[in-house]
């Protein structure tokens, strides 16, 4: 038996942060939670703690590719110099950084040929300490379209009903479409790829073996397409027109919000990016002033059609999209608050609405008796100081000690207290 106390519990529910409480687990799921201190304990329960710490839900990212993690390069210069083996062990590294981030579980939307799949199993394995994984496989996309070379191009509903028949063969828990243009050479993130017919041909597959979907929208007609074609979530939405302009569609927002599909903003792509170039301040070149600008504008865009869903009453989950840096989780979230989600919503878009949105509510998301045993303690209390999601002290996946820098050699850590108790990774 192992005991995780808890000064302050945020269970993931909604529900009001208990006080003083003891996490029972037995084996790798939560027993019961019990005021600390009353209940007698065997002499052999390990007790673990974090005095004044919070603890959450471990933290649940939906949309990651972890064959990138390469910084500024671009697509092009990954796919063409860097091998499938290059990708797996980059992958495994990028899996703990966020692991160390307080992400327990996380969903990859794409990667090339069998990369995620062997990452999946070699992480089930314990081969490498890493979140828990659902990954989607190759994306799929039309012929020449966005993550082409990821080598799932399919085309026509019978192709599309083929390759993802092929996905799910291959093990897919989940099926990505890429419904627009986006970052790839040669695609065009305000055009729409797939027809609804294409999209409704996996849709049908996925949902046959109760597997869910989701598509990659950039282009304002993919989303609406992606809407028709019964997609389970939409990626990014950023309601992109082929004049450039990106504007929110009142009709499109309300079939959303009557359909229940989930939104995955990925708000902080390009957030650092804006960072670093304002650092530069005059120093700026042109083409710097119109990336910022760019970057600026899709910015201001994306947190005001959060807010606007939001209003709505729409369901909102936590993504990265991380593609330059893994381990970077905490700055969606707190922009997910600048956009007006209360810091309890922010909490449930990273874990029991994440939870839900890939199906694993029962198992992950809340610290409930029943439920896997993933916590995360955090320096500070989220709901008065959104930061503090980013002040990970520990993380605790199916019972077990995984994150905890006092003892992470990779982390410069000072001595422990002698008189701290803990327990070491298993
Ligand atoms: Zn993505």
Not at 121 to 144: D, I, K, N, W, Y
Not at 170 to 182: R, T
């Amino acid at each position: 038996m192992k005991i995780f106390r808890a000064e302050t519990l945020i269970d993931g529910s909604g529900g009001e942060p208990q006080r003083n409480v003891e996490i029972v687990i037995e084996g790798e799921r939560i027993q019961e939670i019990v005021p600390a201190g009353v209940t007698p304990r065997p002499p052999q329960a390990t007790v673990y703690e974090r005095p004044g710490a919070t603890v959450l839900p471990g933290l649940i990212d939906v949309h990651v590719h972890l064959m990138f993690g390469t910084g500024s390069r671009s697509y092009e210069d990954v796919i063409q110099h860097d091998s499938n083996d290059l990708m797996l062990l980059r992958g495994a590294r990028n899996a703990y950084l966020h692991l160390r981030a307080g992400v327990t579980t996380f969903r990859d939307c794409g990667a090339r040929n069998n990369v995620s799949f062997a990452l999946r199993e070699a992480a089930q394995a314990g081969l490498f300490l890493s979140p828990r994984m659902h990954v989607s496989g190759r994306p799929l996309t039309v012929t020449g379209g966005h993550f082409w070379w990821c080598n799932e191009e399919a085309d026509g509903a019978d192709g599309v009903r083929a390759a993802t028949r092929r996905l799910l063969k291959d093990g897919a828990d989940f099926i990505k479409i890429m419904a627009s243009g986006g970052g790839t050479r040669g695609t065009d993130a305000s055009r729409a790829s797939f027809t609804v017919e294409e999209m409704a041909a996996a849709v049908a597959e996925a949902h046959q073996v109760g597997k869910k979907t989701t598509a990659h929208c950039l282009a304002a007609e993919s989303v609406s397409r992606a809407v028709d074609a019964g997609l389970d979530q939409i990626e990014h939405f950023n309601f992109i027109h082929p004049d450039g302009s990106r504007v929110f569609d009142e009709r499109v927002a309300e079939q959303i919000l009557d359909r229940g599909i989930v939104l995955s903003p990925t708000i902080q792509t390009g957030y650092r990016q804006i960072e670093r170039l304002q650092a530069k301040g005059d120093a700026l070149t042109p083409r710097e002033r119109t990336q910022l600008d760019g970057n600026l504008y899709k910015q201001e865009t994306k947190l005001d059609f959060v807010r606007r869903f939001y209003e709505m009453g729409a369901p909102i989950v936590a993504g990265t999209d991380a593609i330059q840096e893994f381990g970077d989780y905490a700055i969606g979230l707190e922009l997910l608050h600048r956009a007006g989600l209360s810091a309890m919503d922010v909490v449930i878009a990273a874990t029991s609405g994440a939870a839900r949105a890939m199906g694993i509510e029962k198992d992950v998301g809340t610290v409930r008796p029943g439920m896997l045993a993933d916590l995360v303690y955090l320096d500070g209390d989220p709901l008065t100081d959104i930061k503090a999601l980013d002040r990970v002290l520990s993380v605790v996946m199916g019972g077990r000690v995984v994150v905890d820098p006092r003892f992470d050699l990779g982390g410069g850590i000072p001595a422990l207290p002698s008189d701290t108790p803990v327990l070491m990774p298993a």
